[in-house]
């Protein structure tokens, strides 16, 4: 299987009522965002997907949380904004964007520090 990954960070804010501590007030994270695309089969350029058009996609993704507060968004009405939660949004709008031609599988890891990620895919 051929896969292509695209990184960008995104500084946005959130808070998670249901934890005490500092996470429970809101906060900024300076989130790697990382977008993953497989498939088993290349187009006829040799490619699986254009990363341009998958950068300019997942830009598009992340610029409506950059610097917002993400409890307050719709996409978090019913879900807190984990980063599980977070890689399941990016996922969705991602996957509703690109030509799914030769893609089989999107991937979002979202990377909270170095040694923290969680991630979606299907």
């Given at each position: 299987?051929?896969?292509?990954?695209?990184?960008r960070t995104l500084a946005t804010?959130?808070?998670?009522?249901?934890?005490?501590?500092p996470e429970k007030?809101v906060h900024?994270?300076?989130?790697?965002?990382?977008?993953t695309?497989?498939?088993?089969?290349?187009?006829?350029?040799g490619f699986?997907?254009n990363?341009d058009?998958?950068?300019?996609?997942?830009?598009k993704?992340?610029?409506r949380?950059?610097?917002?507060?993400?409890n307050?968004?719709?996409?978090?009405?019913?879900?807190?904004?984990?980063?599980e939660?977070?890689?399941q949004?990016?996922?969705?709008k991602?996957?509703?964007?690109?030509?799914?031609?030769?893609?089989?599988?999107?991937?979002?890891?979202?990377w909270?520090?170095?040694n923290?990620?969680?991630s979606y895919e299907?």
């Amino acid at each position: 299987m051929f896969s292509v990954t695209l990184g960008r960070t995104l500084a946005t804010r959130h808070f998670l009522p249901h934890l005490e501590g500092p996470e429970k007030e809101v906060h900024v994270h300076r989130y790697k965002v990382e977008a993953t695309v497989m498939g088993d089969h290349l187009d006829k350029c040799g490619f699986l997907i254009n990363v341009d058009l998958v950068a300019f996609s997942l830009e598009k993704a992340l610029e409506r949380f950059e610097g917002a507060i993400l409890n307050e968004m719709p996409e978090f009405r019913d879900a807190a904004p984990s980063m599980e939660n977070i890689a399941q949004v990016i996922w969705m709008k991602l996957a509703a964007d690109i030509d799914r031609s030769c893609v089989e599988r999107i991937k979002i890891t979202i990377w909270e520090a170095d040694n923290v990620s969680a991630s979606y895919e299907q």
